[in-house]
């Protein structure tokens, strides 16, 4: 159980264009999400943290315009890196928790690597 | 604020020795304490956990106890295989429920044969 899955998990893209990454919790309602990114050979940094139906906070130094965060569902967040720029290039990745079971747990999606051209 | 340290990588061991990755963290109240890990090409997988302190998480052979007392919680197998190879990441979160995960930078385990 407490599988997420993220889509795509790979994506190219040329400069200027934006991107959705699409976060699901497979078999559990996740209240809460979190993306991360990752840079190589570094840990994780939190971008964001969403609720189910309410607004994403943003960590300090993240810029909310340009990653749009949407939790409509309790089974559906969605990252898109607005007029993406090479150095947003990275490895995104998304975490789900849940109300109910194990509540102090997140659980991981398999990861979304961004390349812009 | 909350804060975790690792020892540095990589560490490179021959098969079925012995690990220690040393985890310490900073924070306030009483965080549960976690360790991922993620094997090449893949996302992180929760490994083990611990919620109170003198809890011991344990799973596949790797366990960490909660020590208050010197605010760890060092990860330890007795015999490692090369399947272990991996980077493995020591978090926290500072409540009970799903929140802000504080994770440290990673350790990459080699091992060879």
């Known amino acids: 159980g407490a599988v997420v899955s993220q889509h795509p998990s790979r994506v190219i893209c040329k400069s200027g264009t934006s991107v959705k990454i699409e976060c699901r919790s497979l078999?559990?309602?996740?209240?809460?999400m979190f993306w991360y990114r990752q840079f190589p050979k570094q840990s994780l940094m939190l971008m964001a943290t969403?609720?189910?139906?309410?607004?994403?906070?943003?960590e300090q130094g993240v810029e909310k315009d340009k990653f749009l965060i949407n939790h409509a569902s309790l089974t559906l967040s969605t990252l898109t890196v607005t007029s993406a720029h090479p150095e947003d290039s990275s490895f995104y990745i998304c975490?789900?928790?849940?109300?109910?079971?194990?509540?102090?747990?997140?659980?991981f999606g398999p990861g979304t690597r961004l390349t812009v051209l | 604020g909350n804060s975790v340290t690792q020892m540095e990588g990589p560490v490179t061991l021959s098969e079925e020795a012995f690990l220690t990755i040393n985890c310490t963290y900073t924070a306030t109240g009483y965080p549960s304490l976690f360790w991922y890990v993620q094997y090449p090409g893949e996302g992180l997988q929760l490994l083990l956990k611990?919620?109170?302190?003198?809890d011991k998480g344990s799973n596949k052979g790797f366990e960490a106890t909660y020590r208050k007392e010197t605010t760890s919680f060092h990860l330890e197998k007795g015999s490692v295989q090369v399947s272990d190879s991996a980077v493995y990441f020591c978090a926290l979160s500072d409540t009970g429920t799903a929140s802000k995960l504080t994770f440290g930078t990673g350790t990459r385990l080699q091992v060879t044969l």
């Open positions: 969403s609720n189910e139906g309410s607004k994403a906070t943003y």
């Open positions: 078999d559990f309602q996740a209240t809460t």
């Open positions: 975490s789900a928790g849940t109300a109910s079971g194990d509540t102090d747990t997140q659980y």
């Open positions: 611990a919620t109170k302190a003198d």
